[in-house]
């Protein structure tokens, strides 16, 4: 892949993974605002099950997978760096532009991804 267009990628993905580093630690800041918020304390044990009303699950939810694309964009960042990027980690086949422009973060090509997600579930 040309210089330059490594240069772009990776300086979207340097603003993507800020975005989403502010994104988890603003939601796991509201999280723990939300869990130790004044008036719910009390000695009585309680269930997770108790604070499902407040949405902690959805917010749970949301952190969880931020950090998975935050390890995904820190993961891209080091295939720049290692002169990887833009290749598929499984086919080793180049990753195509439109894709990449999408997803910047992408590791596989589009037919590995697809039998990746077919593995996954």
Do not use: W
């Amino acid at each position: 892949m040309e210089k330059h267009l490594l240069q772009r990628y990776q300086t979207k993905l340097i603003e993507v993974r800020q975005r989403l580093i502010d994104e988890v630690n603003s939601a796991e800041e509201s999280l723990r605002e939300d869990i130790n918020s004044p008036g719910t304390t009390s000695n009585l044990p309680t269930h997770p099950a108790d604070h499902d009303s407040t949405g902690l699950d959805e917010q749970l939810a949301i952190v969880a997978n931020e950090e998975q694309l935050l390890e995904e964009v820190e993961a891209a960042l080091a295939r720049i760096e290692a002169g990887s990027f833009g290749k598929c980690v499984d086919c080793n086949k180049p990753i195509d532009a439109q894709r990449l422009a999408a997803i910047p973060y992408a590791a596989r090509c589009i037919d590995c991804a697809k039998r990746h997600e077919v593995e996954l579930s």
